[in-house]
Antibody, heavy 122, light 109 residues
């Protein structure tokens, strides 16, 4: 059974960089050519927002509204992928989910982590 | 940036039928946008109901169905039950990225 688990600081100061890691178990990122690995966020009481995807090869797609501040990377040796969001403000406070996105004309986030709340505050 | 539109809220009576829609601010939704529908209850991660317009995810009751209605994607719940009271999100594949709608809060009463 595939499982994803987010980890990282729950509190980040304004103007600093938010860093999260998603650890994947039950499947290997490096052999999963049918999937992208994604980050999605949800501000408290609000809707979902796609942040970006990474393929096992390292190719990425980012939300245009966040592109200038986002970096997603993959470490296949650790079966992890990571999110960095720079110059954060209170508007970046959200539950951050990592998820697997099926490609091959399906485009379904079929597995999700439990989510981790990141608060931006001094 | 293209906006994906959903009704902010909807209400249905137990046993009733409701259709939630997912539109685009500047275009019609088609199967090439691979509309996917998620259900989210408080404190939980979303779960897939319908993917690729009308394919039901494993374990999802057949009272949930997806389609294209006119210019929008649609999620129909036939015979609504109390535990269908949730937030529902659609997401579309647009230009290499994914765009979520704002979500619909469904009340069953």
């Amino acid at each position: 059974q595939l499982q994803l688990q987010e980890s990282g600081p729950g509190l980040v100061k304004p103007s600093e960089t938010l860093s999260l890691t998603c650890t994947v178990s039950g499947d290997s990122i490096s052999t999963s050519s049918s999937y992208y690995w994604s980050w999605i966020r949800q501000p408290p009481g609000k809707g979902l927002e796609w942040v970006g995807n990474i393929y096992y090869s390292g190719s990425t797609h980012y939300n245009p509204s966040l592109k200038s501040r986002v970096t997603i990377s993959v470490d296949t040796s650790k079966n992890q992928f990571s999110l960095k969001l720079s110059s954060v403000t209170a508007a970046d406070t959200a539950v951050y989910y990592c998820a697997r996105l099926r490609n091959s004309a399906l485009y379904d986030f079929d597995y999700w982590g439990q989510g981790t709340l990141v608060t931006v505050s001094s | 940036q293209t906006v994906v539109t959903q009704e902010p809220s909807f209400s249905v009576s137990p046993g009733g039928t409701v259709t939630l829609t997912c539109g685009l601010s500047s275009d019609s939704v088609s199967t090439t946008h691979y509309p996917t529908w998620y259900q989210q209850t408080p404190g939980q991660a979303p779960r897939t109901l319908i993917y690729s317009t009308n394919s039901r995810s494993s374990g999802v009751p057949d009272r949930f169905s997806g389609s294209i209605l006119g210019k929008k994607a649609a999620l129909t719940i036939t015979g609504a039950q109390a535990d269908d009271e949730s937030d529902y999100y659609c997401v579309l594949y647009l230009g290499g990225g994914m765009v979520f709608g704002g979500g619909t809060k469904l009340t069953v009463l």
